[in-house]
Protein backbone atom coordinates (compact mmCIF):
# COMPACT_ATOMS: atom_id res chain seq x y z
CA UNK A 1 0.00 0.00 0.00
CA UNK A 2 1.35 3.68 -1.38
CA UNK A 3 0.39 6.33 1.09
CA UNK A 4 0.00 9.78 0.10
CA UNK A 5 2.09 11.91 3.21
CA UNK A 6 2.01 15.19 3.19
CA UNK A 7 5.94 16.48 4.79
CA UNK A 8 5.42 20.23 6.21
CA UNK A 9 8.61 22.29 6.32
CA UNK A 10 9.70 19.11 3.29
CA UNK A 11 13.02 20.64 2.20
CA UNK A 12 14.44 21.72 5.86
CA UNK A 13 16.63 20.00 8.01
CA UNK A 14 14.82 16.75 8.41
CA UNK A 15 11.93 17.09 6.35
CA UNK A 16 13.77 16.94 3.08
CA UNK A 17 15.77 13.53 4.40
CA UNK A 18 12.09 12.49 5.31
CA UNK A 19 10.84 13.45 2.18
CA UNK A 20 13.42 11.51 -0.13
CA UNK A 21 13.13 8.49 1.44
CA UNK A 22 9.30 8.42 1.45
CA UNK A 23 9.65 8.79 -2.43
CA UNK A 24 12.28 6.14 -2.90
CA UNK A 25 10.12 3.65 -1.00
CA UNK A 26 7.18 4.65 -3.83
CA UNK A 27 5.01 6.94 -1.31
CA UNK A 28 3.64 10.36 -2.77
CA UNK A 29 4.83 13.08 -1.01
CA UNK A 30 3.41 16.71 -0.87
CA UNK A 31 5.77 19.27 0.60
CA UNK A 32 4.07 21.48 2.59
CA UNK A 33 5.86 24.87 2.72
CA UNK A 34 5.55 28.50 1.47
CA UNK A 35 7.32 27.63 -1.49
CA UNK A 36 5.78 24.54 -2.54
CA UNK A 37 3.48 24.90 -5.28
CA UNK A 38 0.67 24.18 -3.41
CA UNK A 39 1.71 26.94 -0.62
CA UNK A 40 1.35 25.82 2.87
CA UNK A 41 2.41 28.83 5.25
CA UNK A 42 1.91 28.20 9.42
CA UNK A 43 0.91 31.81 9.80
CA UNK A 44 -1.72 31.58 6.83
CA UNK A 45 -4.30 29.24 8.10
CA UNK A 46 -6.51 29.91 5.14
CA UNK A 47 -3.18 28.08 3.00
CA UNK A 48 -3.62 24.55 5.07
CA UNK A 49 -6.84 22.85 3.94
CA UNK A 50 -5.76 22.43 0.40
CA UNK A 51 -2.75 21.12 1.28
CA UNK A 52 -3.92 18.66 3.41
CA UNK A 53 -6.71 17.51 1.10
CA UNK A 54 -6.24 13.67 -0.04
CA UNK A 55 -3.05 13.12 1.99
CA UNK A 56 -3.67 10.38 4.81
CA UNK A 57 -0.31 11.08 6.75
CA UNK A 58 1.36 14.20 8.11
CA UNK A 59 4.63 14.30 9.42
CA UNK A 60 4.38 17.69 11.12
CA UNK A 61 7.35 20.60 11.81
CA UNK A 62 6.41 23.56 12.77
CA UNK A 63 7.96 26.88 12.47
CA UNK A 64 10.19 28.40 14.32
CA UNK A 65 9.30 26.26 17.48
CA UNK A 66 6.64 24.79 19.33
CA UNK A 67 7.70 26.66 22.15
CA UNK A 68 6.39 29.56 20.39
CA UNK A 69 3.69 31.83 21.43
CA UNK A 70 0.33 30.71 19.22
CA UNK A 71 1.85 27.05 18.06
CA UNK A 72 -0.58 25.57 20.47
CA UNK A 73 -3.82 26.99 18.55
CA UNK A 74 -1.95 26.18 15.34
CA UNK A 75 -1.14 22.49 16.46
CA UNK A 76 -5.40 22.16 17.47
CA UNK A 77 -6.43 23.80 13.95
CA UNK A 78 -3.96 21.87 11.87
CA UNK A 79 -5.11 18.59 13.74
CA UNK A 80 -8.99 19.82 13.45
CA UNK A 81 -8.60 20.28 9.77
CA UNK A 82 -6.43 16.93 9.38
CA UNK A 83 -9.26 15.39 11.29
CA UNK A 84 -11.74 16.61 8.89
CA UNK A 85 -10.00 16.05 5.61
CA UNK A 86 -9.46 12.13 6.82
CA UNK A 87 -5.81 12.38 7.99
CA UNK A 88 -5.46 8.94 9.16
CA UNK A 89 -1.92 9.70 11.36
CA UNK A 90 0.57 12.32 12.35
CA UNK A 91 4.23 12.40 13.27
CA UNK A 92 4.78 15.37 14.70
CA UNK A 93 8.51 16.85 15.08
CA UNK A 94 8.67 18.08 18.85
CA UNK A 95 11.49 19.17 21.04
CA UNK A 96 13.70 17.39 23.77
CA UNK A 97 12.43 19.17 27.29
CA UNK A 98 10.36 22.01 25.84
CA UNK A 99 7.41 21.86 28.36
CA UNK A 100 5.43 24.31 25.80
CA UNK A 101 5.97 22.03 23.28
CA UNK A 102 4.66 18.91 25.25
CA UNK A 103 1.12 20.92 25.19
CA UNK A 104 1.41 20.56 21.47
CA UNK A 105 2.34 17.11 21.65
CA UNK A 106 -0.80 16.41 24.10
CA UNK A 107 -3.13 17.89 21.05
CA UNK A 108 -1.93 15.43 18.86
CA UNK A 109 -2.50 12.80 21.31
CA UNK A 110 -5.72 13.54 21.87
CA UNK A 111 -6.70 13.98 18.32
CA UNK A 112 -8.36 10.51 17.71
CA UNK A 113 -6.23 9.85 15.00
CA UNK A 114 -2.76 7.90 15.13
CA UNK A 115 -0.07 9.47 16.11
CA UNK A 116 3.80 8.98 17.14
CA UNK A 117 5.60 12.00 18.70
CA UNK A 118 9.15 12.23 18.04
CA UNK A 119 11.18 14.43 20.43
CA UNK A 120 14.03 15.49 19.76
CA UNK A 121 17.30 17.27 21.49
CA UNK A 122 19.16 19.64 19.81
CA UNK A 123 20.58 18.59 16.52
CA UNK A 124 24.06 18.05 15.40
CA UNK A 125 23.55 20.13 11.75
CA UNK A 126 22.34 23.47 13.97
CA UNK A 127 26.52 23.33 13.76
CA UNK A 128 26.45 23.52 9.99
CA UNK A 129 22.40 24.51 8.74
CA UNK A 130 21.41 26.57 11.37
CA UNK A 131 22.23 29.45 14.01
CA UNK A 132 25.84 28.44 14.87
CA UNK A 133 27.22 28.23 11.28
CA UNK A 134 27.87 31.81 10.97
CA UNK A 135 29.87 32.44 14.08
CA UNK A 136 31.88 29.05 13.42
CA UNK A 137 33.20 30.75 9.78
CA UNK A 138 33.88 33.11 11.27
CA UNK A 139 36.50 31.49 13.46
CA UNK A 140 34.81 32.67 16.84
CA UNK A 141 32.19 31.31 18.71
CA UNK A 142 30.45 32.42 22.07
CA UNK A 143 27.34 30.90 23.69
CA UNK A 144 26.06 30.70 27.04
CA UNK A 145 25.77 27.38 29.11
CA UNK A 146 29.40 26.67 28.22
CA UNK A 147 29.28 23.83 30.84
CA UNK A 148 26.18 21.73 29.75
CA UNK A 149 26.67 18.69 27.92
CA UNK A 150 24.18 18.30 25.26
CA UNK A 151 23.63 14.75 23.69
CA UNK A 152 23.00 16.24 19.79
CA UNK A 153 21.33 13.75 17.81
CA UNK A 154 21.36 13.59 14.03
CA UNK A 155 18.97 14.64 11.26
CA UNK A 156 19.20 11.41 9.71
CA UNK A 157 18.70 9.68 12.93
CA UNK A 158 15.65 11.67 13.47
CA UNK A 159 14.02 11.43 9.47
CA UNK A 160 15.01 7.49 10.08
CA UNK A 161 12.93 7.24 13.22
CA UNK A 162 9.94 9.67 11.61
CA UNK A 163 10.00 7.65 8.44
CA UNK A 164 9.56 3.97 10.55
CA UNK A 165 6.71 5.78 12.42
CA UNK A 166 4.84 7.26 9.46
CA UNK A 167 5.03 3.35 7.70
CA UNK A 168 4.66 0.89 10.90
CA UNK A 169 1.54 0.96 12.66
CA UNK A 170 3.66 -1.14 15.57
CA UNK A 171 4.93 3.05 16.43
CA UNK A 172 1.31 3.92 16.82
CA UNK A 173 0.54 5.84 20.58
CA UNK A 174 4.64 5.54 21.23
CA UNK A 175 6.79 9.38 22.29
CA UNK A 176 10.51 8.15 20.80
CA UNK A 177 13.00 10.38 22.74
CA UNK A 178 15.65 10.98 20.62
CA UNK A 179 19.26 11.64 20.99
CA UNK A 180 22.86 11.01 19.87
CA UNK A 181 24.86 8.46 21.60
CA UNK A 182 27.29 11.28 23.62
CA UNK A 183 26.57 14.54 25.19
CA UNK A 184 29.23 17.09 24.20
CA UNK A 185 29.71 20.96 25.82
CA UNK A 186 29.92 23.74 22.93
CA UNK A 187 33.91 24.35 23.61
CA UNK A 188 34.11 20.05 23.14
CA UNK A 189 32.17 20.87 19.92
CA UNK A 190 33.95 23.55 18.89
CA UNK A 191 37.82 21.90 19.44
CA UNK A 192 36.54 19.04 17.31
CA UNK A 193 35.63 21.07 14.56
CA UNK A 194 38.37 22.71 14.59
CA UNK A 195 40.23 19.79 14.29
CA UNK A 196 39.13 18.21 11.74
CA UNK A 197 38.53 21.39 9.49
CA UNK A 198 42.05 22.11 10.74
CA UNK A 199 40.94 25.69 11.43
CA UNK A 200 41.57 27.73 14.37
CA UNK A 201 38.07 28.51 15.84
CA UNK A 202 38.13 29.76 19.24
CA UNK A 203 35.52 29.45 21.31
CA UNK A 204 34.71 31.82 25.05
CA UNK A 205 31.94 31.32 27.33
CA UNK A 206 29.10 34.50 27.78
CA UNK A 207 26.61 34.74 30.27
CA UNK A 208 23.31 34.58 29.08
CA UNK A 209 21.88 38.00 29.47
CA UNK A 210 25.14 39.36 27.67
CA UNK A 211 24.37 36.84 24.86
CA UNK A 212 21.21 38.68 24.77
CA UNK A 213 22.54 41.48 24.53
CA UNK A 214 24.69 41.08 21.62
CA UNK A 215 21.69 39.30 19.67
CA UNK A 216 19.69 42.51 20.31
CA UNK A 217 22.66 44.92 19.43
CA UNK A 218 22.95 43.19 16.03
CA UNK A 219 19.68 43.75 15.52
CA UNK A 220 18.01 40.02 15.93
CA UNK A 221 14.26 40.12 15.67
CA UNK A 222 12.67 39.98 19.20
CA UNK A 223 10.41 36.83 18.85
CA UNK A 224 13.91 35.38 17.59
CA UNK A 225 15.74 36.29 20.40
CA UNK A 226 12.95 35.04 22.86
CA UNK A 227 12.96 31.80 21.50
CA UNK A 228 16.99 31.60 21.92
CA UNK A 229 16.88 32.61 25.51
CA UNK A 230 14.04 30.45 26.32
CA UNK A 231 15.96 27.59 24.73
CA UNK A 232 19.07 28.13 26.30
CA UNK A 233 17.27 28.03 29.73
CA UNK A 234 14.46 25.66 29.45
CA UNK A 235 16.33 22.71 27.41
CA UNK A 236 20.03 23.60 28.53
CA UNK A 237 19.07 24.99 32.16
CA UNK A 238 17.67 21.61 33.21
CA UNK A 239 20.28 18.93 33.73
CA UNK A 240 17.71 15.58 32.93
CA UNK A 241 18.21 17.31 29.11
CA UNK A 242 21.78 15.40 28.81
CA UNK A 243 20.35 12.25 30.02
CA UNK A 244 21.31 9.83 26.10
CA UNK A 245 18.28 7.76 25.38
CA UNK A 246 18.27 4.41 23.85
CA UNK A 247 15.11 5.10 21.54
CA UNK A 248 16.92 5.16 18.12
CA UNK A 249 17.98 1.99 18.38
CA UNK A 250 15.23 0.33 19.49
CA UNK A 251 13.11 1.73 16.77
CA UNK A 252 15.46 1.45 14.18
CA UNK A 253 17.85 -1.08 15.54
CA UNK A 254 21.32 0.41 15.29
CA UNK A 255 23.41 2.57 17.23
CA UNK A 256 22.89 6.50 16.79
CA UNK A 257 25.37 8.56 14.41
CA UNK A 258 27.97 9.69 16.62
CA UNK A 259 28.91 13.27 16.57
CA UNK A 260 32.88 12.62 15.56
CA UNK A 261 31.09 10.89 11.91
CA UNK A 262 28.83 13.64 11.68
CA UNK A 263 31.99 16.22 12.12
CA UNK A 264 34.00 13.83 9.14
CA UNK A 265 31.06 13.68 7.14
CA UNK A 266 30.31 17.07 7.29
CA UNK A 267 34.25 18.72 7.21
CA UNK A 268 34.30 16.48 3.57
CA UNK A 269 31.23 18.96 2.44
CA UNK A 270 33.71 22.74 3.43
CA UNK A 271 30.40 24.08 4.74
CA UNK A 272 33.03 25.36 7.29
CA UNK A 273 35.29 26.64 5.42
CA UNK A 274 34.67 29.98 4.97
CA UNK A 275 34.26 31.77 1.48
CA UNK A 276 37.23 33.70 -0.10
CA UNK A 277 36.31 36.74 -1.19
CA UNK A 278 37.30 37.64 -4.84
N1 LIG B 1 17.13 22.49 15.68
C1 LIG B 1 17.02 21.72 16.76
O1 LIG B 1 18.00 21.45 17.45
C2 LIG B 1 15.68 21.13 17.13
C3 LIG B 1 15.61 20.20 18.17
C4 LIG B 1 14.38 19.63 18.49
C5 LIG B 1 13.23 20.01 17.78
N2 LIG B 1 13.34 20.93 16.77
C6 LIG B 1 12.13 21.33 16.05
O2 LIG B 1 12.26 21.08 14.66
C7 LIG B 1 11.31 21.89 13.97
C8 LIG B 1 11.93 22.38 12.69
O3 LIG B 1 12.23 21.26 11.90
P1 LIG B 1 13.44 21.24 10.88
O4 LIG B 1 14.67 21.72 11.58
O5 LIG B 1 13.42 19.94 10.18
O6 LIG B 1 12.98 22.35 9.84
P2 LIG B 1 13.76 23.66 9.41
O7 LIG B 1 15.01 23.30 8.70
O8 LIG B 1 13.81 24.61 10.55
O9 LIG B 1 12.63 24.22 8.44
C9 LIG B 1 12.70 24.69 7.21
C10 LIG B 1 11.43 24.23 6.49
O10 LIG B 1 10.26 24.87 7.00
C11 LIG B 1 9.65 25.61 5.96
N3 LIG B 1 9.07 26.81 6.54
C12 LIG B 1 9.73 27.86 7.10
N4 LIG B 1 8.84 28.76 7.55
C13 LIG B 1 7.60 28.28 7.27
C14 LIG B 1 6.29 28.75 7.48
N5 LIG B 1 6.03 29.94 8.04
N6 LIG B 1 5.25 27.98 7.07
C15 LIG B 1 5.48 26.79 6.48
N7 LIG B 1 6.69 26.28 6.25
C16 LIG B 1 7.75 27.03 6.64
C17 LIG B 1 10.76 25.84 4.95
O11 LIG B 1 10.30 26.02 3.65
P3 LIG B 1 9.88 27.47 3.04
O12 LIG B 1 11.00 28.41 3.36
O13 LIG B 1 9.65 27.22 1.59
O14 LIG B 1 8.61 27.84 3.75
C18 LIG B 1 11.51 24.52 5.04
O15 LIG B 1 10.81 23.52 4.32
C19 LIG B 1 10.91 23.02 14.92
O16 LIG B 1 9.59 22.86 15.33
C20 LIG B 1 11.87 22.84 16.09
O17 LIG B 1 11.30 23.20 17.30
C21 LIG B 1 14.52 21.48 16.42
Known amino acids: MKDNILVIGGTGKTG??????????GHNVRIGSRSASLAFDWYLPETWTKTLQGMNKVYITFQPDLAVPGA???IEELTRLA??????????LSGKGE?????????????????????????????????????????????P??????????????????????????????????????????????????EVTGRDIAFTPIALPAYVNVMKQQGVPSDFVWLIE??????LGNPANSEITNDIEYVLGRQPKDFSDYVKETAVTRVWSPKILA
Open 145 to 194: QADVKVPYVDTEDIADVAVAALLNDKHNGKIYQLTGPRAYTFKEVITEIS
Open 72 to 74: LEA
Open 16 to 25: RKVASKLESL
Open 230 to 235: YLFTEV
Open 99 to 143: REAELCEQVVMHSGLDYTIVRASWFNQNFSESFFLEPILEGFVAL
Open 83 to 92: KKSKVKKLVL
